[in-house]
T-cell receptor, first 112, second 113 residues
Framework: QKEVEQDPGPLSVPEGAIVSLNCTYS??????FMWYRQYSRKGPELLMY????GNKEDGRFTAQVDKSSKYISLFIRDSQPSDSATYLC????????????FGTGTRLTIIP | DAGITQSPRYKITETGRQVTLMCHQT?????MFWYRQDLGHGLRLIYY???????DKGEVPDGYVVSRSKTENFPLTLESATRSQTSVYFC????????????FGPGTRLLVL
């Protein structure tokens, strides 16, 4: 079993819709959880990160962690075509973020 | 230019050849990482380095060698390339001050024939 599981998609939604991206993890030692966005043929870029359980909001993006169920979510409100990308979740137990463990990524397309 | 760069961006080689992928960062970050990205596996850590002359294995180190004689450079060598090493390789760096300080390079697409 992979430490971080993520539905690879692809996921297609119309512009303006709310998008929900999800991951599950199995390593109880994970304390930090990240979401990366990766455009085609580019390197991943950090979108958001959270520590332990709870929500974090940044503009149209909300990251949510439920440690009791080992569930990580990213919500995108008012989705835009520019949000079309692959989204990767990751977890780590170390503040220095060495040894990030990634999910496989979900490919998202926002249809204008 | 400031940032993290990788070279070459694309490489085609043959089975059995030695290949070196270069990574250079201008932030003087202490940590550097090499990942490979494959369909169905996502990003997997190959090797990482906490400082110059300090390296350690990640999840998939077999067939790879790294060195870090200077803080800004972290080359990855495939000693004898195999077809299973066909992948996209990403270098990243971090100053160990939180996830927001980790940055990825643009990647190197490697094809082993």
């Amino acid at each position: 079993q992979k430490e971080v599981e993520q539905d690879p998609g692809p996921l297609s939604v119309p512009e303006g819709a709310i998008v929900s991206l999800n991951c599950t993890y199995s390593n109880s030692a994970f304390q930090y959880f990240m979401w990366y966005r990766q455009y085609s043929r580019k390197g991943p870029e950090l979108l958001m990160y959270t520590y332990s359980s709870g929500n974090k909001e940044d503009g149209r993006f909300t990251a949510q962690v439920d440690k009791s169920s080992k569930y990580i979510s990213l919500f995108i409100r008012d989705s835009q075509p520019s949000d079309s990308a692959t989204y990767l979740c990751a977890g780590t137990s170390n503040f220095g973020n060495e040894k990030l463990t990634f999910g496989t990524g979900t490919r998202l397309t926002i249809i204008p | 230019d400031a940032g993290i760069t990788q070279s070459p961006r694309y490489k085609i080689t043959e089975t059995g050849r030695q290949v070196t992928l270069m990574c250079h960062q201008t932030w003087s970050h202490s940590y550097m990482f090499w990942y490979r990205q494959d369909l169905g596996h996502g990003l997997r850590l190959i090797y990482y380095s906490a400082a110059a002359d300090i390296t350690d294995k990640g999840e998939v180190p077999d067939g790879y060698v790294v060195s870090r004689s200077k803080t800004e450079n972290f080359p990855l060598t495939l000693e004898s390339a195999t077809r299973s090493q066909t992948s996209v390789y990403f270098c990243a760096s971090s100053d160990n001050a939180g996830p927001e300080t980790q940055y990825f390079g643009p990647g190197t697409r490697l094809l082993v024939l």
